[in-house]
């Protein structure tokens, strides 16, 4: 997620930006042979380095289906199409940038990633390792093909390739006789399969992996105290007959859903949960894979990366709406919170405590035992580290070391600027 000019501490200094000053790598379009068009980077590029945003029209895909057809009839044989998710498409056939020319490659040296920018979804190319002057740009289309249709040849021929595009992954076509229901609910099971998608989409720089496993192996007692004393979440078993009730739920119950089970998981998750403010339907399915998570580390990691302070969001934007903050409400005290440092940095009290005078029984209830835990967590300070070199000078062996000269019962060599002799 890029910084808000408006609200970055950083202000003019903010190097998050790349998106909205468009900071993008020098390239050029090439002839890639059997491929057709290419990129190829102008400069040697570093892990980590934006290339550019793919841009184009973003439609939705009963939109996308149309223009399909359209493209067919007109003989239009290249379609630039990319999902973001969300019953959303990104059409650059007439109207994008050089991005599209970018080719698929089974070993690609780019990886394609989602940012938020501005409340609105972007796709962005960045390298995913060293790319040398001259070197065509590529990265996984992670084509997914509907079941018994022709795959498409692959001449990436790189390595690592397996001859045809978009063999890891086949969407079956859907039948009215074998999937009976409605135009909302196959939306709705398009939408969990979007995020099931994207959450199981391991694709991240070596920076991002390296960070989110840092953060998992920092959440440990020391830093959120006990989970025995302090964990507040009444737990997902007691409220399993109330979640599963619920018709949305059923849904994804029907699927088998999972809840996160590794860091990369709760990266995209977060990056899902940010771009995601009053999308109802979004939100309740966000709300029932957090409920099936049992993983404390895992969740401890999601409070670290702002999740927390996502709900606190989530709990203005439905103030008016019961059933929605008893959602939020669960979910919230589903999370493993063991300290008052934690509470206090999300600022989920001060929403909270207000909802212990709520006109429903239900959410005032909640509110109310969540508040009561929550005033008896402690505060917890981590003294830093001191580094070797200064920890040995402060040891009294260190203190009490004798000198060369000392140790031979000579004299310390004189420090005075005086000169010697008389007067």
């Not at 490659?105 to 920018?117: D, E, R």
């Not at 790319?131 to 249709?149: M, N, P, Q, S």
């Not at 959602?327 to 940095?345: A, G, V, Y």
């Not at 917890?380 to 580094?387: G, L, M, N």
Request: glycine share 8%; charged share 30%; proline share 4%.
């Amino acid at each position: 997620m890029e910084c808000n000019p408006l609200t970055c501490p950083c202000g003019s200094y903010c190097l998050n930006r790349r998106f909205q000053k468009r900071q993008y790598a020098n390239v050029c379009v090439i002839n890639a042979g059997r491929k057709g068009f290419g990129l190829q980077a102008l400069e040697d590029l570093d892990v980590g380095r934006f290339v550019m945003e793919y841009m184009g029209e973003v439609v939705t895909t009963t939109e996308f289906r149309k223009r399909s057809r359209v493209y067919q009839s007109e003989g239009i044989q290249h379609h630039y199409f990319m999902s973001i998710g969300h019953n959303k498409v990104i059409d650059a056939t007439r109207k994008g940038c050089v991005a599209r020319f970018v080719n698929h490659s089974c070993g690609p040296n780019c990886v394609l990633q989602k940012w938020t920018v501005g409340g609105a979804i972007r796709m962005g190319i960045f390298v995913e390792r060293p790319i040398k002057r001259g070197e065509e740009i590529t990265f996984d289309y992670k084509f997914e093909r509907l079941a018994g249709t022709d795959p498409q040849p692959c001449y990436c021929g790189s390595p690592e390739c397996k001859g045809v595009i978009g063999v890891a992954k086949e969407r079956p076509r859907k039948t009215l006789a074998l999937n009976p229901g409605t135009e909302e609910e196959e939306a709705i099971d398009d939408t969990i399969a979007d995020i099931d998608d994207e959450i199981a989409d391991d694709t991240v720089t070596r920076h991002q992996r390296d960070d989110i496993r840092r953060r998992h192996a920092a959440v440990d007692d020391d830093e959120y105290g006990s989970d025995e004393e302090g964990y507040s979440g009444s737990g997902s078993e007691a409220d399993e007959g109330d979640w599963g009730s619920r018709a949305g739920f059923k849904r994804i119950r029907r699927r088998n859903q999972k809840g996160l089970t590794s860091p990369e998981q709760v990266l995209k998750f977060v990056q899902i949960m940010h771009r995601s403010a009053r999308e109802t339907d979004i939100i309740q399915i966000l709300i029932g894979k957090l409920m099936e998570t049992s993983d404390r580390r895992l969740l401890k990691a999601l409070i670290g990366l702002q999740g927390a302070s996502v709900l606190r969001l989530w709990l203005q934007d439905y103030e008016s709406d019961d059933v929605m903050l008893i959602k939020i409400l669960q979910c919230i005290d589903h999370m493993p919170f063991s300290t008052r440092n934690t509470i206090e940095e999300s600022r989920l009290e001060e929403v909270v405590k207000p909802l212990c005078s709520f006109s429903d029984e239900n959410v005032a209830n909640l509110a109310s035992g969540m508040v009561e835990r929550w005033s008896q967590l402690q505060h917890v300070f981590k003294i830093p580290k001191k580094s070797r070199k200064e920890s040995a000078a402060n040891t009294p062996a260190a203190s009490c070391r004798q000198s060369p000269n000392r140790a031979n019962n000579t004299p310390p060599a004189s420090t005075s600027n005086r000169p010697v002799g008389g007067g």
